[in-house]
């Protein structure tokens, strides 16, 4: 029998957990679904990442707003995907900042990108026919910019260290207080989405270079908050281990001459037993090896999605 497809099924709510991790450092985490954030500027905020739709933003600005007044100035989003960024016009921020990389992925896919998740995750698209079209940022980077926010509450630094879970993920770091928003380079306690995925460098230099950091906390896409370097090494580490147990497995699989079916079961039977009670194991797995038998084929630039390559990978995969 056919799994039901990717998260359709998953319609129950989840919990949200709004934490202050230091003056005017705030995570919003929510049971796997993705996370959320800001840093209050001496005037503003800042914002990370969008939701899906601007409903589903409005929620997290109505919680935001229990502790601060000030004005969205600037909304970061970390990466291109539909969950992060669709929700971006509810906070009417005068600056929407990501990566040159990201602006160009939008460019190329997201539309794409819209109508795949839209399909594989409909729970997170609250309200979907206030969504105005695709987010487009007004600034991008290549490598590194900063926002200065006032006062005595330091600085923030956005960096591109290397492809990762895309082409052009960005972290936000905040050294005053050691604050890490890696976005879905990292993830706690919830499985790695890696269809866009660049593997072999995520899982080496990229993640070599986060955990340079030495992070008081990180907040990775999905799961908790890591606190303290303990943790947040952990946090790294397990990624870096979802990683390298795809590369062996579907490595293997590939270097034999097997099929993709075989590498998928393979990669199932390895990961499952630590992995498998964790969020959206199961709905990503697929996704995630079709891109790595890929990169294995030679193919460095992710293929892009459509509603429809999902469905038949899907059915190929986990029927």
Excluded at 55 to 71: C, G, M, N, S
Excluded at 123 to 141: A, D, N, S, V, Y
Excluded at 279 to 284: G, K, R, Y
Aim: aromatic fraction near 10%; glycine fraction near 8%; include cysteine.
């Amino acid at each position: 029998m056919t799994k039901p497809f990717a998260s359709s099924a998953d319609t129950a709510a989840k919990k949200e957990t709004l934490e202050i991790l230091a003056d005017g450092v705030y995570a919003l985490t929510a049971e796997g679904d993705p996370n959320v954030g800001a840093f209050e500027g001496e005037d503003f905020i800042v914002a990370i990442e969008a939701r899906a739709t601007p409903a589903a933003a409005r929620d997290w600005l109505v919680q935001l707003r229990e502790h601060t007044q000030k004005p969205v100035k600037y909304l970061i989003l970390t990466h291109y995907h539909a969950v992060r960024v669709l929700g971006a016009s509810a906070f009417d921020a005068e600056h929407i900042i990501t990566s040159e990389t990201t602006r160009k992925l939008i460019e190329e896919r997201g539309q794409q990108d819209w109508d795949s998740e839209y399909g594989r995750m409909p729970r997170l698209f609250k309200e979907p026919e206030g969504i105005p079209g695709l987010t487009w940022p007004t600034q991008t980077f290549d490598t590194h910019f900063e926002i200065e926010l006032g006062g005595n509450r330091g600085k923030l630094d956005l960096r591109f260290e290397g492809r990762g879970h895309t082409a052009g993920d960005i972290i936000v770091w905040h050294d005053k207080t050691k604050t890490m928003f890696a976005g879905d380079l990292v993830e706690a306690e919830a499985a790695l989405y890696t269809g866009d995925a660049f593997h072999m460098e995520w899982a080496s230099k990229t993640l070599d270079n986060l955990k340079k950091y030495r992070a008081e906390f990180i907040v990775g896409g999905r799961g908790a908050v890591a606190k303290g370097t303990v943790a947040t090494d952990a946090a790294i580490e397990q990624t870096r281990e979802f990683l390298r147990g795809m590369i062996d497995n579907v490595g293997a699989v590939h270097k034999r001459g097997g099929t993709l079916k075989e590498a998928f079961e393979a990669t199932h039977k390895a990961l499952a037993p630590k992995f498998g009670r964790w969020p959206i194991f199961e709905h990503c797995l697929p996704f995630d090896v079709q891109r790595l038998w890929d990169e294995f084929d030679g193919i460095d630039w992710p293929r892009i999605w459509t509603a429809e390559r999902d469905r038949q990978v899907w059915a190929q995969l986990q029927g």
